[in-house]
């Protein structure tokens, strides 16, 4: 495996365009566009402020950076670098911005999350919408990139607003079940939309494109509830992480819960593929691997070369127990991915050091990202791992 | 004896020390003193047995013992020792009768006794160890009580403890249930309180909220603004529209035709499985049907309820199928006939399985009662059997072969061998040389008469020239016979372009003529000429004499033509069939003699035309 020269970024902001051509990475307040083959810098450009956030429009042909602290964004274009376009909040604040599906309107989210603003970028016109919830996941756009839904609370009420993202006009609305809604989520298809209650509550509702409640599903009460949601690509299965350490896995025929997996702390299925990190030199800390269906991610070791093994069963996996007297407890499922194919699910329980799990769109891979370290591991067809291999990476 | 002897105190000196002890025992009555003595030892000691006979009586005192033993005796019962006084003063005479009738009363009186007494000391033991056994059983059932006693109350005094325990417990779950209960209406009760605080405090951040974008909208802030150089084209390249109640409903409809197709995709997706499952469901009922069907034909299977069923279900089935294959849709009733159909056929043959299942075990269990089923023994038998027979017939086929193999490989240096060699094809050898040289002989024959043929050709050709000549120099002559009168020069010069030219002449009507079966002018005399012909050759049709005969008829013809009319041929006699054949086979210049081959040549249109002849 060959890595390029290390690069110089701030803020962990770094990405690659959506067509795949291009890399921009951020350094303080410039913004450095590279060629993704030569890694050759194509353009530069210098920001006001230092920058916390950049997107690439869905066509490849803006970027925009924004500016939290002193409530602006900028937008550059990559075809004519003498462009540009400047949105200030002014006295409402910023506290996220992103682009719409079409690469034409930018939606910022001003402080207190008093209303989001819609800026056009075709006709200068502003649009605002209020009451937005200020949640994690609070919008979302279809695949297609036709529709948007956004959580609003009026008067200590949940709402969902469904808006057409062509003129903006506010298809439907209606109001949740929920008690303090967290996140909601369209399905690949974009027939229905899934809605899901705070940690307080396991509560997770699914509603048709045009409104419709279709079902509503809870697996348990009074323990914490759903911690993490993900649609499987092919729209035929909803995975539900919650607290408790199980996935439970929906289908959506009836949206009933057609299996769900535990994540118990010793291993014992002999059917069950376990790696583990070999130690190669005594270092605290060690990670595991197993596969399949959900594999916990490796803990992070700080040795430069380090191989995978693979442990016998049974196997115990190391857990640290968190505190209980503190909020937002680190037990439960964090993170969900779906295979490309929707064969597989990579799941993180507890607290393992893993901060990002993706798959390849061919769906024979996938990276672990930890702190410090990158894995890639590789699956046989016949869905075996065939290598793991780690490499450390500077901080980057 | 002596052991009943009661020494009185009559004076009696005790001499022994044993009479004595007796004496000093014996102050009772007669009959007391009688039984105690009874019950001591019976045998007297042998030591004092002469002093104790001697004890009672002695010389001196005969008649006082004598008067007293009568006494005992009568009072015992027995017949007096005395005669019949016959007077009082005199003194009774003994009756030694009597007294021995008296003694032997004794005696057995005394055996009796001793039985008696054997069969009671006897009994006595008995008894007593009786007694012994039942006070021993009765000590140890005793004991045996004492410890069941002990252990019941130690198991009763257990049962109530885990009662105790058992009930410690129940209160307990109870308990816990009741905490459990309370601690969920707790939380239930802290969450209704805490969504009331929290939307009471959402309220206020609320209002908070409107208060302060109330503020900023009405700042006016000029900074709220978008500086950007130049409009952007829209993403798909055109104009943006006016938002109308067109646009919407448009929107509104765009939205229902999504809805519509995913709905309208994941039915297709749903038809298609269950098109296949159903399919696989008649196959697997098909094959079901067919694994129990055969089984009706063995003669083995018992006749019983289950067989009936399948023959029924077998036909049912069948009118089932047709019927699903005949609707093939996802109505209610065919759905449930295809599912109860499933399930019966599994029935029947989860049965069969069962009873196969059950039969197996019989035979292991019970040995060779069930007739259905062949016993090992019998089924090795018959392999074994088998085998033999496979062994035999394999090794007669190995001797046959080597059989045949004699036969043929037979050796070389044995002249009969060589002549038996070929004795199965003798007689066809035989029949072949005959043929052969029958052959020959017809060959041989043949090529005579070919040869005589070819002579007889050979003369004709030379005779025919000779005629020709012959008639040329007739002609001559008569047609200067008939021109010297006249006009010599001319039908001389006429005569001779018409002779010269003959050949030419001919060749001109040979090919003015018509290649049709046409009636050919002949003289009168040409058919006696060619009866003279034909007679002289051969009646064989060889085509080289067709085109001989032709020939000259054609040129006959020729020559007559110039003052004959036209005529028609009459058949000749000329053997054989005129047929195309013929004519195309005559028309082929490969006829052997050389000689006619140029007149079958310049003559095949005339041949052609001349095939009305048989």
Redesign the interface.
Known sequence: MNFSEVFKLSSLLCKFSPDGKYLASCVQYRLVVRDVNTLQILQLYTCLDQIQHIEWS??SL?ILCAMYKRGLVQVW?LEQP???????????GLVASCWSP???HILNTTE?H??ITV?S????S?SYIKYPKACLQGITFTRNG??MALAE?R??KDYVSIF?C??W?L?RHFDTDT??LTGIEWAP???VLAVWDTC?EYKILLY???GRLLSAYSAYE?SLGIKSVAWSPSSQFLAVGSYDGKVRILN??TWKMITEFGHPATINNPKTVVYKEAQKSPQLGLGCLSFPPPGAGAGPLPSSESKYEIASVPVSLQTLKPVTDRANPKIGIGMLAFSPDSYFLATRNGDFAVLSLCWHLSGDSMALLSKDHVCLCFLETEAAVSTACRQLGGRT | MGDWMTVTDRGLSSESKTISQYTSEIKMSPSSLYSQQVLCSSIPLSKNVHSFFSAFCTEDNIEQSVSYLDQELTTFGFPSLYEESKGKETKRELNIVAVLNCMNELLVLQRKNLLAQENVETQNLKLGSDMDHLQSCYSKLKEQLETSRREMIGLQERDRQLQCKNRNLHQLLKNEKDEVQKLQNIIASRATQYNHDMKRKEREYNKLKERLHQLVMNKKDKKIAMDILNYVGRADGKRGSWRTGKTEARNEDEMYKILLNDYEYRQKQILMENAELKKVLQQMKKEMISLLSPQKKKPRERVDDSTGTVISDVEEDAGELSRESMWDLSCETVREQLTNSIRKQWRILKSHVEKLDNQVSKVHLEGFNDEDVISRQDHEQETEKLELEIQQCKEMIKTQQQLLQQQLATACDDDTTSLLRDCYLLEEKERLKEEWSLFKEQKKNFERERRSFTEAAIRLGLERKAFEEERASWLKQQFLNMTTFDHQNSENVKLFSAFSGSSDWDNLTVHSRQPQKKPHSVSNGSPVCMSKLTKSLPASPSTSDFCQTRSCISEHSSINVLNITPEEIKPNQVGGECTNQKWSVASRPGSQEGCYSGCSLTYTNSHVEKDDLP
């Open positions: 869905a066509d803006f274009s003498e462009w540009h376009c400047k949105i200030d909040e002014g006295s409402a079409d690469g034409r207190f008093l209303r800026w970028l075709c006709t200068k502003i036709r529709y609370r008067d200590c057409v062509s003129d006009q298809l008690q303090d298809n974009g027939c307080l048709s494109l045009d009074w959506h025929v």
